[in-house]
């Protein structure tokens, strides 16, 4: 476009295109369309809010069984160990009593 068809350009409002950070994008044909879409529809993709610092660090947090999950893998293991152990001490009893 050259510089001098500039002074021709007038701006249109509609079409335009509405972000959502969770719905994605949306044309809108006229005002009335876009005020059905309803709060939370962006400009552009730049203006969501941006997560808070507490909400990402919660994000972050583990449970504490996660935390301790091979100790009670361990567990458990010792524990088949041992009765595995007994049951085979049960029936070495039993063939030889």
């Known amino acids: ?26 044309t809108v044909q006229n005002a009335e369309e876009e005020k059905a879409l309803g709060k939370g529809w962006y400009n552009n993709p730049g203006q969501f809010r941006k997560p808070s610092r507490v909400t990402t660090g919660l994000l972050n947090v583990k449970p504490w069984w996660e935390k301790w ?6 567990l ?9 152990g007994a049951a085979v001490l049960a029936l070495v009893w039993k063939v030889f009593r």
């Open 76 to 84: 458990a293991k010792i524990f088949g160990v041992i009765v595995a």
């Open 1 to 26: 476009m050259r510089r001098d068809d500039l002074s021709e350009y007038v701006y249109q409002e509609f079409p335009k295109v509405k972000y959502h950070p969770e719905k994605g994008t949306v």
């Open 69 to 74: 999950e091979w100790s009670f893998t361990a």
